[in-house]
């Protein structure tokens, strides 16, 4: 079956999956909306037995982490890519369906999450995804990812110290955050550079966010100054 046809779809759409992902600027097929759509029911019914995310109702869900996690597609580096802590698949199978053309491995360390994780894979198709069970301080594959991304996963400093391992083998890290780190956080960071602070826009959510890309740099001490 071809794929189907690239949409744009208005931004004041009906639906707020659609009407998300046009404002912030991402062309979705019909498709992709389906399947979005199609995961964020699945995301729901095994979160009430298993607590994969907060609780939220369906709308909630949308914005909160589905929109949240499409909004990092600027920021990916082209190559192999790691979802660290992916939980649920936040964000690692949104941008994994959202584009084809990337290979991902969604990791994690609970054997329930990666059930749900090996279950929507199938069931969405993605052929692009493979599923991992370990702790991220422990991968050690063969290839390192271009690039490893995490949501929610831990405080910037121990998120640092927990990909230490992969920055160290040239992987880039992508921490989604809340807030901003100031100058001073960024600068007790050691063996790492911040080498793009972004803020960034989720179509339904009122909270701050924020993209932060760190390299592996040898020479920066804690305590050295921050490069932002």
Known sequence: ?????????????????????????????????????????????????????AAASRDDLIARHLLDSAAALPFLPPGP???????????????????????WALLDSAARKVAFLRHASAELGLRNVRVVRARLEE??????????????LAPLPKLVALSRRLLRRGSLLVAMLG???????????????????????????????????FRHDPSHRSGGKAQA
């Open 179 to 213: 807030r901003r780190p100031g100058n001073d956080e960024l600068a007790a960071l050691s063996e790492v550079r911040c080498q793009a602070l972004e803020p960034v826009r989720v179509p339904g959510l009122s909270a701050r966010r924020h993209i932060a890309i």
């Open 1 to 53: 079956m071809p794929p189907a046809a690239a949409i744009h779809i208005p931004a004041d759409s009906a639906d707020p999956l659609a009407a998300g992902l046009a404002a912030i600027g991402e062309r979705a097929s019909a498709d992709d909306l389906a399947r979005l759509n199609a995961y964020a029911e699945m995301l729901m019914r095994w979160n009430h037995a298993h607590g994969l995310t």
């Open 139 to 152: 991968y050690d594959p063969r290839e390192a990812p271009a690039a490893l991304i995490a949501r929610a």
């Open 81 to 103: 890519l790691l979802d660290a802590g992916s939980g649920g698949g936040l964000p690692g199978l949104v941008l994994a369906l959202l584009r084809p053309d990337m290979n």
